[in-house]
């Protein structure tokens, strides 16, 4: 079975603080993806990546980056945290050609206070 | 640009009553289509899809109908179960590109005994 995991199921930070988000996945993947859920707004792109190095950005990048240094294990980073970014996150990967059949990570709610 | 609306939730069934989802997109070309299920806790997994005009998509015991015509994508289950209480996300994806999911805002459904 494919698994994407992340790091933490819950998060806690302050406003202004760096916040790292990881998410790896075990089955070779191309491509990841990072997006926001929120109630009443479905999920949202933040960024995505095809190959290592490589990112484009989403639907909603303004407030945070991406790092991918290795296929297996996406980050997103919010560089300094604030309360309109508490949400859950989501991770998720898919093969090469197939980018809308995705396998997503449990996520993470992060709340920014 | 291309949009996936859904019906909003809750909704709320009895175990074994009739499940109808309401979708419709709009896309500038033929998307392909998809079902989403996010069981409590955990993340997205890919239900069910449909790739042109009239075919069905179907599995765990749902349906859905991919209608050119009246740009919709129906979530149907003849007999719902507790278990399928979830939160279900309609989706499209260009068959041309990278192949992003367009995510719908999701419906919740709660079903109980």
């Known amino acids: 079975d494919v698994k994407v995991t992340q790091s933490s199921r819950y998060l806690v930070k302050r406003t202004g603080e760096k916040v790292f988000l990881e998410c790896v996945q075990d089955?070779?993947?191309?491509?990841m993806f990072w997006y926001r859920q929120d109630p009443g707004l479905g999920l949202r792109l933040i960024y995505f990546s095809y190959d290592v190095k490589m990112k484009e950005k989403g639907d909603i990048p303004e407030g945070y980056s991406v790092s991918r240094e290795k296929k297996e294990r996406f980050s997103l980073i919010l560089e300094s945290a604030s309360t309109s970014q508490t949400s859950m996150y989501l991770c998720?990967?898919?093969?090469?050609?197939?980018?809308?059949?995705?396998?997503f990570g449990p996520g993470t709610r992060l709340t920014v206070t | 640009g291309d949009s996936v609306t859904q019906m909003e939730g809750p909704v709320t069934l009895s175990e074994e009553a009739f499940l109808t989802i309401n979708c419709t997109y709009t896309?500038?070309?033929?998307?392909?289509l998809f079902w989403y299920v996010q069981y409590p806790g955990e993340g997205l997994q890919l239900l069910l899809k449909a790739t042109k005009a009239d075919d069905k998509g179907s599995n765990k015991g749902f349906e859905a109908t991919y209608r050119k015509e009246t740009t919709s994508f129906h979530l149907e289950k003849g007999s719902v179960q507790v278990s399928d209480s979830a939160v279900y996300f309609c989706a499209l994806s260009m068959n041309t590109g990278f192949q992003k999911l367009v995510f719908g805002t999701g419906t919740r459904l709660l079903v109980s005994p």
């Open positions: 896309a500038t070309g033929y998307p392909s």
């Open positions: 089955m070779d993947h191309e491509n």
């Open positions: 998720a990967s898919s093969i090469m050609g197939t980018a809308h059949e995705q396998y």
